[in-house]
């Protein structure tokens, strides 16, 4: 039985106030996948990235702000260093970079969220289970 890829998604409350507004976009692009609330995109470090990875999610990805609407300022820049940063240790170790990954888009836009929820869906179809993935007991 092929095991059901699992997606991670967190998502910054001032560029997702409505998780279900999300949840529901992965939904349409036929993704179920988990939604974690953080009050800042700057508030994810890289090795909360890799932790997630290690418990057999086969992508992350996090969601922030522009960096014209960022409460915090350099939040959203802080977002990007830490995204590309824990991908330089995924090619390290000789796994696929492209299992983390970020965008930004602002409150209130369902097109926004679409288009994130597509590029998480492409991204998602181009990757093989994660190696770090449990497997059920024979």
């Known amino acids: 039985m092929k095991p059901k890829p699992e997606v991670v998604v967190l998502a910054c409350t001032q560029a997702v106030p409505q998780p279900s507004a999300l949840r529901q976009a992965l939904q349409e692009v036929g993704l179920s996948g988990h939604i974690i609330q ?30 014209q609407y960022c409460q915090l300022a350099e939040g959203s820049t802080r977002m990007g260093f830490r995204v590309a940063h824990a991908q330089s240790y995924l090619a390290e170790l000789g796994l696929e970079t492209a299992r983390l990954g970020f965008s930004r888009v602002a409150a209130g836009n369902p097109e926004g969220l679409a288009a994130v929820a597509a590029e998480i869906q492409q991204r998602r179809k181009d990757l093989p289970p994660n190696p770090a993935r449990p497997r059920p007991a024979a």
């Open 38 to 67: 953080e009050p800042c995109s700057s508030k994810v470090e890289a090795f909360h990235l890799l932790r997630i990875l290690a418990k057999g999610a086969d992508l992350v990805w996090v969601v922030g702000c522009p960096e």
